[in-house]
């Protein structure tokens, strides 16, 4: 069993989808295709199920997924230590983020550590905040960025950014008229789009009203989006609202393509997480300071 090998298990079994974990890790689909079956050839096992176009993990896989989860973190451990010794000559940071920091806040960061450290890899994962919460408790990553609060004893969460969250509408929808907006009126008076059940996005919003004295589970979701993006370009082709980053609709807005509705949801906050049991590497320091300010 090669290291190589382990790293292609995992990632098509996190994503149970060939071509994704290709594009993901950098290979084709075909070395990762093979990769699988000679693995599952050399120890006579089945590792996915082939459904059609589609895979899944058999029970097999999903006894070994935590076995081999573990041994890839202590190899990145391992690596962590070697390149440490050298400084921040050389060196791979692994990181995991949910989207709306992965797309908006966090790269101008990345761009300003691969200036000043151009021999340290940054390894980006984009998820949501349930994902890459379970990448740093698991040591996927070493350190996770995620919108709001987590329960997880295991981490330590610092708040490095904040962020408001908006209503957006199309300009045709009876909320563009600028009126004012109770808890109510969320629940009663239209459509929603929203992202999927996990994202910080989806949880602060829900969270928020719910302060309000409001129902989540009253909202009448039309349908669920797995991507702001997705998100946007649903709401701008109908008749229903979003709660989404600013930071995301800002060129919907300013185009006139989206309108933001009158009702203000409280700032959320943007945490770092790191394992408070694992050694922090020389470079998660350093992008924690900056990250910092």
């Known amino acids: ?30 070395a990762v295709s093979s990769a699988i079956k000679n693995l599952e050839a050399y120890y006579g096992v089945e590792l996915f199920h082939r459904v059609g176009r589609r895979i899944e ?10 076995e081999a989860k573990a041994t890839l973190a202590r190899v990145r451990s391992a690596e962590l230590m070697l390149s440490e010794l050298g400084g921040l000559q050389r060196g791979r940071l692994s990181l995991y983020a949910s989207q709306t920091i992965a797309s908006y806040w966090l790269p101008p960061l990345l761009m300003q550590f691969h200036r000043d450290y151009p021999g340290i890899e940054l390894d980006l994962t984009i ?13 996927a990553a070493e350190l996770g960025f995620i919108e709001g609060e987590v329960d997880a004893p295991a981490l330590k969460m610092t708040v490095v950014a904040q962020d408001a969250l908006v209503i957006v509408v ?46 989540p589970r009253d909202l009448d979701v039309a349908i669920v989006m797995p991507s702001n993006e997705a998100v946007l370009s649903a709401v ?23 309108i933001q509705a009158t009702f203000g949801l409280p700032a959320r906050s943007f945490r770092l ?21």
Not at 8 to 16: G, T
């Open 1 to 30: 069993m090669t290291f190589e090998q382990l790293l292609i298990f995992v990632a098509v079994a996190e994503r149970e989808h060939l071509t994704n974990a290709a594009e993901a890790i950098h290979l084709t689909p075909s």
């Open 57 to 66: 993990l058999t029970e097999t896989g999903r006894s070994f997924l935590g």
């Open 127 to 139: 998820g949501n905040t349930r994902t890459v919460t379970e990448a740093v408790i698991e040591g």
């Open 170 to 215: 199309p300009p045709s929808h009876p909320w563009a008229d600028g009126r004012s907006l109770t808890a109510n009126d969320l629940v009663a008076s239209s459509s929603w789009v929203m992202r999927e059940e996990g994202s910080g996005t989806r949880s602060e919003f829900e969270n928020a009203i719910e302060k309000l004295g409001a129902s």
């Open 236 to 258: 701008c082709a109908g008749q229903s609202a979003a709660a989404i980053s600013s930071a995301a609709a800002m060129a919907y807005l300013g185009q006139g393509l989206l």
């Open 273 to 293: 997480l790191r394992h408070k049991e694992r050694h922090a590497s020389k470079a998660a320091q350093t992008l924690e300071a900056m990250c910092k300010g």
